[in-house]
């Protein structure tokens, strides 16, 4: 009785409350999915799902002339009359057969190139058509996993489980959203979520939107991670080669023509398949194209496929994008992805003009109940149909859902994963209640071990209290770290609470303090294991350390959109440290240098006298032209990469335990990051500031800049480091200005080059400048490829650096890590 019933509500939601359904198959009877299907003349359209089913809701009886468009088949007009709803029309689709019109196809006069010329030349009237618009707006995303492996690197993969069938495979993550849009070329949207439904999440939020599915394959870029250039771009020619394969004509006996596209350089970004352009007109009439991941620098991404599907409209005479799927593989360790979003826009009100008011810096909006629409809701405003593996899967999982709310589930889960095991001991251990939103967690000591000379080996770890509530973006932290220095023979305390308010202004507080060990640069310019490396094996001893007794209060939030701004207070007393140590794995002579920056040599000078002071300090950081989606579980801000980023600050240091100690500061740093096209992305990081009354301030209160002086990089970009400075040699208590800058060519030119474009790499060029008073502008050139590694892992970077400060100063190649960031 139970299945009887499913397979009815399974019926039931494929077809019960469709307007017009049906389903539409090849002459053999093979369902085809995709096919754009519309009523002629209008904008009321849908596309049939995987099994070939479709759904068209109209409101009105009587005659419809409904159109079946798919790539490969001839275009099919179906005359209707509607006494009743729901109407029932099942279609067969015959394939297309195409003509090559007697043309001869000539090398000196390839007739595809002529075509596509014409398409580029005609571009903006064709843009225009369609650059202001208002539209009713449908995605589906589905991500699904086959065959998944039982474990990796020796780990349990057992976080889908209860998703995947007895071959480990299933949906990770279904999701639909409906929504109005208001559009206008090239880039402003407002977006208006009515509905939004994520499977086995009565509470969840699609992320699905019609920005992130705007591909215009009329605008010369499409944007992914790396710009790809369109088949119709304006220097298409340098990267594509085209092949006229024949053409048909349309049911309103418009001449399409298809033309195949081909990457002349199979490394670079450009798409591989088809192009439909229409004669005379020379507007797309369809798409149907993919790119591999390596083409894009993503090395997980196997294949993505774009499809887009436009209709023509008599009365307006315009060519519209009425239906839209993307396609995409990924893998890696054995772990088999796939997904496929589905688009359809319907409705569309084209306008000459919209008023001023009418784009806001708020993007996207959510109806009240947005995520509360029941079944009835979306049977019958649903355009595409769910499959019965989809209808299966929001079934299962809404009980599923019911069954992972409740507090015995909950209790049985964190029971198997709150097991103690020896070995946590080492590694960490986090204790969870999920009911009542908490968790308890050790760090373990694994992480936590290091050597440095002033307090030899060291183990640090921590203990933490978290309460969560995401619903409300609400979160408050309690934590202890502890520190202890063997050869130092000290033990270090520190303790933090931090609460977050809520997810709208991202309102926080912070509290800590305590008794810990700091490096002279707040930066930390050089981790806890590379300094261990380089001591122990090479003697080389750069980490530079004083201890901080410490009380801190910070509060931040956004203020209006776009501006942030935090607070500090913080009480210090300041002390300097010694080496307390030798001990070394090298048995090489030379000995470790000193803990003073100042003087590496001098092993009984501290570099500063023990001191006490507070510290205010008041930062801001300006977002211009930030945008925002207003979620009901937050606000979502989105840069805006036309504008740069402001940074100012301004710290008075004050009451401290000698009025020399005290100091003004004001600084400012700008952050400026621009796509050049294809040709890569510059990015500029200018900062500078002055002290005031700094004359005679302790040397741990200067401004230090981030050297390198170990030829390991850790960072995905240098825009914040002199990779061959000395850590300290060039701090400042006076006026300084720092700039970082590097283009990376996104394999521009790599991509070009025999031989090397085998790497898929990418052509990194960058300039380092900083000046502080009394000595010359230190700087460093440099020249490097990124995206280097094995296979999908591109975690390494290689760069040449030359140094010039009153000259030339040093040379070095830096190898990057990244992986260890």
């Given at each position: 009785?139970?299945n009887?019933?499913?397979?009815?509500?399974l019926?039931?939601?494929?077809?019960?409350?469709a307007?017009?359904k049906?389903?539409?198959?090849?002459?053999?009877?093979?369902p085809l999915?995709?096919?754009?299907?519309y009523?002629d003349?209008?904008?009321?359209?849908t596309?049939?799902n995987?099994?070939?089913y479709?759904e068209?809701?109209?409101?009105?009886l009587?005659?419809h002339?409904?159109?079946?468009?798919?790539?490969?088949?001839?275009?099919?007009?179906k005359?209707?009359?509607?006494?009743a709803?729901?109407?029932?029309?099942?279609?067969?689709l015959?394939?297309?057969?195409?003509s090559l019109?007697?043309?001869?196809?000539?090398?000196?006069?390839?007739?595809?190139?002529?075509?596509?010329?014409n398409a580029i030349?005609?571009?903006k009237?064709n843009?225009?058509?369609?650059a202001?618009?208002?539209?009713d707006f449908?995605?589906r995303?589905?991500?699904?996993i086959?065959?998944?492996?039982e474990?990796?690197?020796?780990?349990k993969?057992?976080?889908?489980?209860?998703?995947?069938d007895s071959t480990?495979?299933?949906?990770l993550y279904l999701?639909?959203?409906?929504?109005?849009i208001?559009?206008q070329k090239?880039?402003k949207m407002k977006e208006?979520i009515?509905a939004?439904?994520?499977?086995?999440?009565?509470?969840?939020f699609?992320f699905?939107?019609a920005?992130?599915?705007?591909?215009?394959?009329?605008?010369?870029?499409?944007?992914?991670?790396?710009?790809?250039?369109?088949p119709?771009?304006?220097?298409?020619f340098?990267?594509?080669?085209?092949?006229?394969e024949?053409?048909?004509?349309d049911?309103?006996?418009q001449q399409?023509?298809?033309?195949?596209v081909?990457p002349?350089?199979n490394?670079?970004?450009a798409f591989e398949?088809?192009?439909y352009?229409v004669?005379d007109s020379?507007?797309?009439y369809a798409?149907?194209?993919?790119?591999?991941g390596?083409?894009?620098?993503?090395p997980?991404l196997t294949l993505l496929?774009?499809?887009?599907n436009f209709?023509?409209?008599?009365?307006?005479k315009i060519?519209v994008?009425?239906t839209?799927?993307i396609?995409?593989s990924?893998g890696?360790?054995g772990?088999?992805?796939?997904g496929?979003f589905?688009?359809v826009?319907?409705?569309?009100?084209?306008?000459?003009?919209f008023?001023k008011?009418?784009?806001?810096?708020?993007?996207?909006?959510?109806?009240?109940n947005a995520?509360?629409?029941g079944?009835?809701?979306w049977?019958?405003i649903?355009?595409?149909?769910?499959?019965?593996?989809e209808?299966?899967?929001?079934?299962?999982?809404?009980?599923?859902q019911t069954?992972?709310?409740?507090?015995?589930?909950?209790?049985?889960?964190?029971?198997k994963?709150?097991?103690?095991?020896?070995f946590?001991?080492?590694t960490?251990?986090?204790?969870k209640?999920t009911?009542q939103?908490w968790?308890?967690n050790?760090e373990g000591?694994l992480?936590?071990?290091?050597f440095?000379t002033?307090?030899?080996?060291?183990?640090?770890t921590g203990?933490?209290?978290?309460?969560?509530d995401?619903e409300?973006?609400?979160?408050?932290r309690f934590?202890a770290?502890?520190d202890?220095?063997?050869?130092?023979?000290k033990?270090r305390?520190?303790?933090s609470?931090i609460?977050?308010f809520n997810n709208?202004n991202?309102?926080?507080?912070q509290l800590?303090?305590g008794?810990?060990?700091?490096?002279?640069?707040?930066s930390n310019?050089?981790g806890?294991?590379l300094?261990?490396?380089?001591?122990?094996?090479?003697?080389?001893?750069y980490?530079k350390l004083?201890?901080?007794?410490?009380a801190?209060?910070?509060?931040?939030?956004?203020?209006?959109?776009g501006?942030?701004?935090?607070?500090?207070?913080?009480?210090?007393?300041?002390k300097?440290?010694f080496?307390?140590?030798?001990?070394?794995f090298?048995?090489?002579?030379?000995?470790?240098?000193?803990?003073n920056?100042?003087?590496?040599n001098?092993?009984?000078?501290?570099?500063?006298?023990?001191?006490s002071?507070?510290r205010?300090?008041?930062?801001a950081?300006?977002?211009?032209g930030?945008k925002?989606?207003?979620r009901?579980?937050?606000k979502?801000n989105?840069?805006?990469?036309?504008?740069?980023t402001l940074y100012?600050?301004?710290?008075?240091?004050?009451?401290a335990?000698?009025k020399q100690?005290?100091?003004?500061?004001?600084?400012?740093?700008?952050?400026?990051?621009?796509?050049?096209?294809?040709?890569?992305?510059?990015?500029?990081?200018m900062?500078g500031?002055?002290?005031f009354?700094?004359?005679n301030?302790?040397?741990?209160?200067?401004?230090?800049?981030?050297?390198?002086?170990?030829?390991?990089?850790?960072s995905?970009?240098?825009?914040?480091?002199f990779n061959?400075?000395?850590y300290?040699?060039?701090?400042?208590?006076?006026?300084?200005?720092?700039?970082?800058?590097?283009?990376?060519?996104k394999g521009?030119?790599m991509?070009k080059?025999?031989?090397?474009?085998?790497?898929q790499?990418?052509?990194v060029?960058?300039?380092h400048?900083l000046?502080?008073?009394?000595t010359?502008?230190?700087a460093e050139?440099?020249?490097?490829?990124?995206?280097?590694g094995?296979?999908?892992?591109?975690?390494?970077r290689?760069d040449?650096?030359?140094?010039?400060q009153?000259?030339y100063q040093?040379d070095?190649?830096?190898?990057?890590?990244?992986f260890l960031n």
């Open positions: 009785m139970r009887a019933f499913l397979f009815f509500f019926l039931t939601g494929l077809f019960g409350f307007q017009i049906g389903k539409i198959t090849d002459e053999k009877g093979n999915p995709s096919v754009t299907i009523e003349n209008t904008y009321n359209g596309t049939s995987e099994q070939g479709f068209l809701n109209t409101k009105k009587g005659k002339t409904i159109v079946f468009q798919f790539l490969g088949f001839k275009t099919q007009k005359a209707i009359e509607i006494n709803f729901p109407y029932n029309l099942d279609i067969k015959v394939e297309e057969s195409f019109n007697e043309v001869v196809i000539n090398p000196k006069d390839n007739p595809a190139n002529k075509i596509i010329r030349a005609n571009k009237g843009i225009e058509k369609t202001r618009y208002k539209a449908y995605s995303g589905i991500f699904r086959k065959d998944a492996p474990k990796i690197l020796g780990q993969l057992d976080m889908f489980d209860e998703v995947l480990r495979s299933g949906i999701s639909e959203t409906v929504s109005k208001t559009f090239p880039d208006t009515i939004s439904k994520v499977s086995g999440n009565d509470n969840g699609s699905n939107n920005a992130s599915a705007n591909f215009d394959f009329y605008d010369n870029y499409l944007t992914f991670d790396v710009n790809v250039i369109s119709i771009a304006d220097n298409a340098n990267y594509y080669k085209y092949k006229f024949g053409s048909f004509y049911d309103n006996n399409i023509n298809k033309i195949k081909t002349k350089r490394t670079e970004p398949g088809y192009i352009i004669e020379w507007a797309i798409v149907d194209v993919n790119i591999k390596e083409q894009i620098q993503n997980f496929t774009i499809k887009q209709s023509f409209n008599t009365n307006t060519w994008k009425n839209q799927t396609d995409f990924a890696m360790m772990v088999n992805i796939s496929k589905t688009y826009y319907s409705n569309f009100e084209f306008e000459p003009k008023d008011k009418t784009f806001t810096k708020e993007v996207l909006s959510f109806q009240e995520n509360k629409k079944d009835e809701f049977n019958t649903r355009p595409v149909p769910l499959t019965i593996e209808t299966t899967d929001y079934s299962k999982k809404d009980i599923l069954k992972k709310k409740s507090q015995v589930y909950q209790d049985s889960i964190d029971k994963s709150n097991k103690f095991g020896v946590d001991i080492i960490g251990y986090t204790y209640n009911f939103k968790s308890a050790y000591v992480t936590g071990i290091n440095n002033v307090q030899g080996w060291k183990i640090t203990f933490s209290y978290t309460k969560n995401r409300n973006g609400k979160y408050t934590g770290d502890f202890y220095g063997f050869s130092e023979d033990f305390v520190t303790g609470f609460h977050k709208l991202k309102s926080e507080i800590s303090g008794s810990s060990i700091a490096q002279y640069n707040s310019p050089i806890g294991i300094n261990s490396a380089f001591t122990l094996f090479f003697k080389d001893n980490m004083y201890q901080r007794n410490f801190t209060f910070l509060y931040k939030r956004e203020i209006t959109n501006i942030f701004l935090d607070a500090k207070v913080d009480y210090s007393e300041n300097p440290l080496n307390t140590t030798d001990y070394s090298s048995k090489k002579s030379k000995l470790y240098t000193s803990n920056p100042l003087a590496p001098d092993y009984t000078t501290a570099a500063f006298d023990a001191y002071i507070v205010g300090s008041l930062n950081k300006i977002n211009f930030q925002y989606w207003t009901p579980d937050g979502f989105i840069p805006d990469d036309k504008f740069p100012l600050g301004i710290e008075k240091g004050f009451a335990s000698e100690y005290e100091y003004d500061k004001i600084d400012a740093r700008i952050f400026y990051e621009v796509k050049a096209g294809n040709k890569g992305t510059l990015a500029l990081n900062m500031g002055k002290f009354n700094a004359d301030i302790a040397f741990v209160d200067y401004k230090h800049f981030n050297g390198n002086q170990t030829y390991i990089g850790l995905d970009r240098y825009l914040n480091v061959l400075m000395p300290y040699s060039n701090s400042t208590n006076n006026s300084y200005f720092e700039l970082h800058t590097e283009h990376n060519d521009y030119i991509n080059i025999p031989l090397l474009n085998k790497l790499s990418t052509l060029i960058g300039y400048l000046a502080v008073p009394k010359s502008p230190y050139y440099s020249v490097g490829l990124d995206n280097l094995f296979g999908k892992f591109k975690m390494f290689l040449y650096v030359r140094s010039y009153n000259g040093n070095g190649v830096i190898v990057g890590l990244k």
